[in-house]
T-cell receptor, first 115, second 118 residues
Framework: AQSVTQPDIHITVSEGASLELRCNYS??????LFWYVQSPGQGLQLLLK??????LVQGIKGFEAEFKRSQSSFNLRKPSVHWSDAAEYFC?????????????FGTGTQLKVEL | GAVVSQHPSWVICKSGTSVKIECRSL??????MFWYRQFPKQSLMLMAT?????????EQGVEKDKFLINHASLTLSTLTVTSAHPEDSSFYIC??????????????FGPGTRLTVL
């Protein structure tokens, strides 16, 4: 079975500073990897995804993530954080099962942005 | 494209009553839909996988008689919380898989339904 670890429960950064959110996964085959963002009381918004190909993936809102197979990681980065980026961030790994993919989510990282 | 809606967005009910939550794929046909539950400050936990025209597959520990799932059409899945109790209060999120997008490997999420049981 697949699993996802997000080691950082809370992260605080200053506006304009760079950001890196960590994600490690466990899966026996090539994973499908996702990063989602969730604002309070809202659903999930997809930031970016990795299926295959270029290991550096560009997403929306200036986010990017790099798939590193050797480290089983898919860390999310942003060079300059905006106050509106404050939210909960979830990494997820997808596994193909009979009837469709199942997603397993990490526990999430709460991002706080200091002005 | 690939929009998923949920209705209602929030619901308050009395203990012992049943509540139905709808999940619709608005611009695509979803052969598979998923139901998740999210407790405050926690991650999403998959409750069940719903396949159109067949019985849902429940995750271990999820009571199928408590959480009834029906996927009667390619654009609609419903989750009914039967005889709801305060411990069922949670944020319920559905997602839908579009078999023609990203090789069917991506799920599109609804905005969630906040259930409060008094």
């Amino acid at each position: 079975a697949q699993s996802v670890t997000q080691p950082d429960i809370h992260i605080t950064v200053s506006e304009g500073a760079s950001l890196e959110l960590r994600c490690n996964y466990s899966y026996g085959a090539t994973p499908y990897l996702f990063w989602y963002v969730q604002s309070p009381g809202q659903g999930l918004q997809l930031l970016l995804k990795y299926f295959s190909g270029d290991t550096l993936v560009q997403g929306i809102k200036g986010f990017e993530a790099e798939f590193k197979r050797s480290q089983s990681s898919f860390n999310l980065r942003k060079p300059s954080v905006h106050w509106s980026d404050a939210a909960e961030y979830f990494c997820a790994v997808g596994a193909l099962t009979g009837g469709g993919n199942k997603l397993t989510f990490g526990t999430g990282t709460q991002l706080k942005v200091e002005l | 494209g690939a929009v998923v809606s949920q209705h209602p967005s929030w619901v308050i009910c009395k203990s012992g009553t049943s509540v139905k939550i709808e999940c619709r794929s608005l611009d695509f046909q979803a052969t598979t839909m998923f139901w998740y539950r999210q407790f405050p400050k926690q991650s999403l936990m998959l409750m069940a996988t719903s396949n159109e025209g067949s019985k849902a597959t429940y995750e271990q520990g999820v009571e199928k008689d408590k959480f009834l799932i029906n996927h009667a059409s390619l654009t609609l899945s419903t989750l009914t919380v039967t005889s709801a109790h305060p411990e069922d209060s949670s944020f319920y999120i559905c997602s839908a898989r579009d078999p023609y997008t990203s090789g069917g490997n991506e799920q599109f999420f609804g905005p969630g339904t906040r259930l409060t049981v008094l």
